[in-house]
């Protein structure tokens, strides 16, 4: 169907009906895909045979045509830490559109921001105020500027292998080259390996550094923070007259079994923090830059400040109703202490695997943030097939898991990062014992397969392959 024709179909129905439309259009989908958004993306979905077509969602699952679910270990990037379509959310965002609030006058102060602003304040001791953005890379923009402001430094450390989002300013904090090539010149920012004290001292001495950024576990290879390290960078750079910028995005939110990452270790007290992904709920996008008093008051120091740093969107209702709910649901539900047992069982179950496994190298994390890491094997048959892969390209045997975990067990995972053996789980953070005992029992299934020189080694001569092409 043309445009013009979709569009004189769409006039003569009338009112707008979203149903009949996905009725009618749905299943064009990958190719109004490939026609106007990014089209390496259904052609990336095609070769790993991850072009599935999910009708509907429910908590940890997809489900298909047939009604066959889907377990989720993947939760959007994070952005599903209660699941699909909570029902508490759901009624929230139900209750605010019936409600047609004055919403974004921009000259009156609602009550739902200030609501919500206050909730996630009563789980962030040391913080004192809030700014709602839209997503994660705009909460660490906020950072970032409110940061160099109040210290009149230019420069932002950073750790390699960090990831803080994709937009200027926190892609001249991304640890990964792969994304900032080509988009040169970015902001005056230099990298610090994770838990390198001394390196951070070096920069620091140069005076020039308003903060350091950190992920309390990084996103990309799960790689956490040494003990200690985060305080003892925390007092260094207050020695040095520079700020700690914990990024939260991922971590936060009851990911690794605390509320933040950082709180695992006493005495850290981020000067900002950036907040998104789980907030949202699933359904609205939103972002938040919590900080200490004093920062916010420099940055808005007078009234005619008022407006130096906002966000057309940012504290919309449905955001600000969504928020609301799901730190409701966190507290009534428990979601933390669940986090912290099932992460524990998952974890420990999956550790146990290493010792039956040579190319299982390590399990770490902590809650349910866990990294599953493949490494060179002993024996003579696999290591070859494992040179083959390294030479055509590294984090192949990673993919070679990911794909029959969803192809023949219907699980959605992920690979942690480019040219990385490693698989990151980040479910939701609702999930149980069962989910548990699925996917340990799918894991072992595919790692039974790539250790007797299964299936799974076919579907590798075909990604070497493709890695070879695209030289």
Same mark, same amino acid.
């Given at each position: 169907?043309?445009?013009?024709?979709?569009?004189?179909?769409? !006039?003569?129905?009338?009112?707008? %009906?979203?149903?009949?439309?996905?009725? &009618?259009?749905?299943?064009?989908?990958?190719?109004? /895909?490939?026609?106007?958004?990014?089209?390496?993306?259904?052609?990336?979905?095609?070769?790993?045979?991850?072009?599935?077509?999910?009708?509907?969602?429910?908590?940890?699952?997809?489900?298909?045509?047939?009604?066959?679910?889907?377990? $989720?270990?993947?939760?959007?990037?994070?952005?599903?830490?209660?699941?699909?379509?909570?029902?508490?959310? &759901?009624?929230?965002?139900?209750?605010?559109? %019936?409600?047609?609030?004055?919403?974004?006058?921009?000259?009156?102060?609602?009550?739902?921001?200030?609501?919500?602003?206050?909730?996630?304040?009563?789980?962030?001791?040391?913080?004192?105020?809030?700014?709602?953005?839209?997503?994660?890379?705009?909460?660490?923009?906020?950072?970032?500027?409110?940061?160099?402001?109040?210290?009149? &430094?230019?420069?932002?450390?950073?750790?390699?292998?960090?990831?803080?989002?994709?937009?200027?300013?926190?892609?001249?904090?991304?640890?990964?080259?792969?994304?900032?090539?080509?988009?040169?010149?970015?902001?005056?920012?230099?990298?610090?390996?994770?838990?390198?004290?001394?390196?951070?001292?070096?920069?620091?001495?140069?005076?020039?550094?308003?903060?350091?950024?950190?992920?309390?576990?990084?996103?990309?290879?799960?790689?956490?923070?040494?003990?200690?390290?985060?305080?003892?960078?925390?007092?260094?750079? /207050?020695?040095?007259?520079?700020?700690?910028?914990? %990024?939260?995005?991922?971590?936060?939110?009851?990911?690794?079994?605390?509320?933040?990452?950082?709180?695992?270790?006493?005495?850290?007290?981020?000067?900002?923090?950036?907040?998104?992904?789980?907030?949202?709920?699933?359904?609205?996008?939103?972002?938040?830059?919590?900080?200490? %008093?004093?920062?916010?008051?420099?940055?808005?120091?007078?009234?005619?400040?008022?407006?130096? /740093?906002?966000?057309?969107?940012?504290?919309?209702?449905?955001?600000?109703?969504?928020?609301?709910?799901?730190? !409701?649901?966190?507290?009534?539900?428990?979601?933390?202490?669940?986090?912290?047992?099932?992460?524990?069982?998952? &974890?420990?179950?999956?550790?146990?695997?290493?010792?039956?496994?040579?190319?299982?190298?390590?399990?770490?994390?902590?809650?349910?943030?866990?990294?599953?890491?493949?490494?060179?094997?002993?024996?003579?048959?696999?290591?070859?097939?494992?040179?083959?892969?390294?030479?055509?390209?590294?984090?192949?045997?990673?993919?070679?898991?990911?794909?029959?975990?969803?192809?023949?067990?219907?699980?959605?995972?992920?690979?942690?990062?480019?040219?990385?053996?490693?698989?990151?789980?980040?479910?939701?953070?609702?999930?149980?014992?069962?989910?548990?005992?699925?996917?340990?029992?799918?894991?072992?299934?595919?790692?039974?397969?790539?250790?007797?020189?299964?299936?799974?080694? $076919?579907?590798?001569?075909?990604?070497?392959?493709?890695?070879?092409?695209?030289?």
């Amino acid at each position: 169907m043309t445009t013009a024709e979709s569009a004189s179909e769409s !006039s003569q129905a009338g009112e707008f %009906d979203l149903g009949r439309l996905l009725a &009618r259009r749905g299943a064009e989908r990958y190719e109004l /895909h490939t026609r106007y958004l990014n089209h390496q993306l259904p052609r990336m979905l095609h070769t790993i045979g991850f072009d599935k077509v999910y009708e509907r969602a429910e908590g940890a699952y997809f489900y298909d045509a047939d009604g066959r679910d889907y377990l $989720d270990m993947l939760a959007g990037f994070g952005v599903m830490g209660l699941g699909r379509h909570h029902p508490v959310v &759901r009624k929230a965002l139900h209750d605010v559109l %019936d409600a047609q609030l004055a919403d974004l006058t921009r000259f009156d102060c609602q009550p739902l921001p200030g609501l919500l602003a206050e909730k996630l304040l009563a789980h962030s001791p040391h913080l004192d105020r809030v700014f709602f953005g839209n997503s994660g890379t705009e909460a660490v923009e906020g950072a970032l500027k409110f940061a160099r402001f109040v210290t009149r &430094r230019p420069r932002i450390l950073y750790c390699a292998h960090a990831f803080h989002g994709l937009t200027t300013g926190s892609l001249s904090v991304n640890g990964e080259p792969g994304f900032r090539d080509g988009f040169a010149p970015l902001l005056p920012d230099t990298a610090v390996p994770l838990g390198d004290l001394d390196a951070l001292e070096r920069e620091l001495k140069k005076g020039d550094v308003a903060a350091l950024i950190v992920e309390p576990i990084q996103g990309k290879g799960v790689l956490e923070a040494p003990p200690g390290y985060l305080l003892a960078a925390q007092e260094l750079l /207050h020695r040095h007259k520079a700020l700690l910028i914990a %990024d939260e995005v991922q971590t936060g939110l009851g990911r690794t079994g605390d509320f933040y990452a950082y709180q695992h270790e006493d005495g850290v007290e981020p000067d900002l923090v950036c907040v998104a992904k789980a907030l949202s709920g699933g359904y609205v996008p939103v972002g938040a830059t919590l900080g200490k %008093d004093w920062i916010f008051k420099k940055v808005y120091s007078s009234m005619d400040r008022v407006l130096v /740093h906002s966000a057309s969107f940012g504290s919309n209702a449905q955001a600000m109703a969504a928020g609301l709910a799901v730190l !409701s649901v966190m507290e009534n539900e428990q979601i933390v202490a669940g986090v912290r047992t099932t992460g524990e069982l998952l &974890r420990s179950r999956l550790a146990a695997l290493t010792d039956k496994y040579e190319m299982l190298a390590d399990v770490r994390g902590r809650g349910l943030m866990i990294g599953i890491e493949f490494g060179r094997p002993k024996s003579l048959k696999l290591r070859s097939r494992w040179a083959m892969l390294q030479a055509a390209r590294k984090g192949l045997f990673a993919q070679m898991v990911v794909v029959p975990l969803l192809r023949k067990h219907r699980i959605l995972t992920q690979v942690s990062g480019d040219h990385m053996e490693v698989i990151k789980l980040i479910p939701p953070l609702i999930i149980g014992e069962r989910e548990v005992d699925r996917f340990v029992d799918a894991f072992t299934a595919v790692m039974d397969d790539a250790h007797d020189g299964g299936l799974v080694w $076919d579907f590798g001569k075909t990604l070497v392959k493709q890695a070879v092409a695209n030289r």
